[in-house]
C-alpha cells in the first residue's frame, strides 16, 4: 500500500505560482511513477503530468508543458508540481496518484490516489 497526502493548494491571482506537493508514505516511493492530475467543477478528471521512479521520464499535457514542472525529492519521498503563469482556467481539485507503470496519462493505471487539494485562481 502507497499512502499519498496532497498539500499546497489555495487561492491565487492570475499570473502567480503555487507549489504542489505529495507525500508518499507506504512501500518503497523510489520505485513508483508519480503523477498529478486535476478535476475541475462540472468536468472529468484530466491528466496534468507525470514523473518516473529515476526522475529522468517526464510527461506533461501539452496546454501545461512549460508552465508545470513536475519533480521528486528523494530525501522526503515527496513529488513536487510547480504551476507558474496560473490562469483562472487552472482552478481545480489537484490530485495525486502512483503507478508502478511508465508515466501516462491513463488513469486506470494508476493504483493509488491522495484525497486532493484545491487550487483557486483568481481574475
Known amino acids: 500500500q502507497v499512502q499519498l497526502v496532497e498539500s499546497g493548494g489555495g487561492l491565487v491571482q492570475a499570473g502567480g505560482s503555487l507549489r504542489l506537493s505529495c507525500a508518499a508514505s507506504g512501500r518503497t516511493f523510489s520505485s513508483y511513477t508519480m503523477g498529478w492530475f486535476r478535476q475541475a467543477p462540472g468536468k472529468e478528471r484530466e491528466f496534468v503530468a507525470a514523473?518516473?521512479?529515476?526522475?529522468?521520464?517526464?510527461a506533461y499535457t501539452d496546454s501545461m508543458q512549460g508552465r508545470f514542472t513536475i519533480s521528486r525529492d528523494y530525501a522526503k519521498n515527496t513529488v513536487i508540481l510547480q504551476m507558474n503563469s496560473l490562469k483562472p482556467e487552472d482552478t481545480a481539485a489537484y490530485y495525486c496518484a502512483a503507478t508502478e507503470g511508465k508515466p501516462t496519462p491513463a488513469q486506470a493505471m494508476y493504483d493509488y490516489w491522495g484525497q486532493g487539494t484545491q487550487v483557486t485562481v483568481s481574475a
Open positions: 514523473i518516473n521512479w529515476s526522475g529522468r521520464d517526464t
